[in-house]
Nanobody
Framework: VQLQASGGGLVQAGGSLRVSCAVS????????VSWFRQAPGKERDFVGG????????DYADSVKGRFTISRDNAKNTVHLQMNSLKPEDTAVYYC?????????????????????WGQGTQVTVSS
């Protein structure tokens, strides 16, 4: 499976931005997808994830109530809607995919669980 992230940019604090991840390959809908972010000099951290069916989501505490992840399986796309953005949200955002079976709705927050990564998209929030 291949992932292509898009939609990053520059926004003022308090603003909104949506980043998207296009998932392509033979069976894109068999993958749980998560977003991670990495700021300069810091580790890559989990932001939010969604199960293959879209029935289950999870978020990092730092973004709960502000970010929403969704997926359109007809278009093989996962979106991360980011509202009330803060300067500390500035980072390169990466989408990642993990193959799961239908009965699994767990969201994996460890980068080591994912073997498929997109190229990243820069999100910059100015104060």
């Amino acid at each position: 499976v291949q992932l292509q992230a898009s939609g990053g940019g520059l926004v003022q604090a308090g603003g909104s931005l949506r980043v998207s991840c296009a998932v392509s390959g033979r069976t894109p809908n068999r993958y749980a997808v998560s977003w991670f972010r990495q700021a300069p000099g810091k580790e890559r951290d989990f932001v939010g994830g969604i199960s293959r069916s879209g029935s289950s989501t999870d978020y990092a505490d730092s973004v709960k109530g502000r970010f929403t992840i969704s997926r359109d399986n007809a278009k093989n796309t996962v979106h991360l809607q980011m509202n009330s953005l803060k300067p500390e949200d500035t980072a390169v955002y990466y989408c990642a995919a993990k193959h799961t079976i239908p009965s699994v709705s767990d969201i994996y927050t460890d980068t080591n669980e994912y073997s498929h990564w997109g190229q990243g998209t820069q999100v910059t929030v100015s104060s």
